[in-house]
């Protein structure tokens, strides 16, 4: 598999930006689709966005669409996840996955299809 760091969580007012980053190591960066989801407080993991292993197709929740921008530098072992006009309601901890492209090429907003996770970083927005 491949492990995963997320990094680049923080406190921000309503409005604000923040741009998450994860580091991968293991197994070539490039055979993965990645993901990020998100957790709130008393609240189920739920899809984020996700982009494929070239960077070229990108898929994201209704929530978020328009607001978040995912990408990646297979150079650097790296998905970014770009974070503008932020809520409240996007407060949580943000976790990144990888799905094994051995498994399929599509991109998916199913927890149980991403195989390796992250430890997630806090991002808190506050009103």
């Known amino acids: 598999q491949v492990q995963l760091v997320e990094s680049g969580g923080g406190l921000v007012q309503t409005g604000g930006s923040l741009r998450l980053s994860c580091a991968a190591s293991g197994r070539t960066f490039s055979t993965f689709t990645m993901g990020w989801f998100r957790q709130a407080p008393g609240k189920e993991r739920e899809f984020v966005a996700a982009?494929?292993?070239?960077?070229?197709?990108?898929y994201y929740a209704d929530s978020v669409k328009g607001r978040f921008t995912v990408s990646r530098d297979n150079a650097k072992n790296t998905v970014y996840l770009q974070m503008n006009s932020l809520k409240p309601e996007d407060t949580g901890v943000y976790y990144c996955a990888a799905k094994d492209t051995r498994y399929g090429w599509g991109l998916s907003d199913r927890l149980r299809d991403y195989g390796s996770w992250g430890q997630g970083t806090q991002v808190t927005v506050s009103s």
């Open positions: 982009i494929s292993w070239d960077g070229v197709r990108t």
